[in-house]
């Protein structure tokens, strides 16, 4: 029976860490920042376009930076892994994200490297650290001449494939 309850464990915990995954993005789209940062462990981190520690710095971070960004934004993740080991775990999961700055709509994605932990049966963000692979105006999609930049925000040199027409 034993093998039986620990399948089930690793199910329930998958669950359990696939809708912290969700509400993430429901949160930080509605702009809930007490409630993102209550997703984070007490000296969780966040890493990307600045790093955050502990959840009153993650919710400085949100609430006066990731605030600003946009007008809108929009997230959505897709493809997670999860590799468990009894109260922690890690993962990557893929992020597309829309947004609106300035009337312009944008069209990124990269991916998340997450840390889990487990505290008082809770799965919550130890470390959360976002990779943007481009960020481009909608106008140009992603093949057009996105920006690409590192966690902390900074730009990097393109890396696209050069366009069609170019190779003509």
Known sequence: MEAI????????DHQQIAQLRARYC???DDRDWPALAALFTEDGEFHGLASAIGRAGILAFFGGTVDRLAEGFWHFCSNPTVDLAGDTATGRISMQY???K???SYVSAGHYDDVFRREGGVWRFARRRI???YYAPLSEGFVGAPTYITPEGVPLPGR???RAEAAL
């Not at 309850?5 to 329930?12: G, I, S």
Request: charged share 25%; glycine share 4%; hydrophobic share 45%.
């Open 5 to 12: 309850e620990r399948r089930l464990r690793a199910l329930e």
């Open 26 to 28: 429901h949160v930080l």
């Open 98 to 100: 829309l947004s609106v």
């Open 102 to 104: 300035q009337g312009v």
């Open 131 to 133: 990779t943007f692979y």
């Open 160 to 162: 696209a494939p050069e």
